[in-house]
């Protein structure tokens, strides 16, 4: 069955714009035309269209994602290439993590710090205001 734009933006979750936008940037090959020659999509479009967002969203440029399609279009010669694409990105999300897990660990840190000074227990310090000046 096929979808049009509008259903196939439901479907995803993105807008209208955004895949306009990755359909002229040829993110999305093979897009059929209606009689009307409206863009159609059908399952396997919306699998890619999905899979594309992911990848967005793990922070790969348009211009990785072009590269990357143009090796999934080279067939299964290219999966070893396409797999080290995906591991620099897991790699890198990988990191992200960790910085996320320490920014957490540190405002962890202040709120409790910031709790034992409201409840009494610790002595208020600042790192921006002198002792005599608290």
């Not at 440029?61 to 279009?73: F, P, R, T, V």
Request: contains cysteine.
């Amino acid at each position: 069955m096929p979808y049009s734009m509008k259903q196939t933006c439901q479907k995803v979750g993105m807008t209208y714009e955004a895949l306009k936008f990755y359909c002229n940037q040829g993110l999305v090959p093979n897009v059929k035309r209606d009689k009307n020659n409206y863009r159609v999509f059908d399952e396997r479009d919306i699998a890619w269209i999905k899979g594309l967002i992911c990848l967005k969203r793990c922070g790969m440029s348009i211009e990785d994602m072009k590269q990357y399609l143009a090796l999934c279009l080279g067939g299964k010669a290219t999966i070893p290439e396409r797999k080290e694409i995906l591991k620099k990105q897991k790699d890198l999300l990988v990191r992200q993590m960790e910085r996320l897990r320490q920014d957490i660990a540190y405002i962890d840190e202040k709120q409790n710090y910031y709790d034992d000074v409201l409840a009494g227990k610790t002595q208020y310090t600042s790192n921006l205001i002198a002792a005599d000046e608290e």
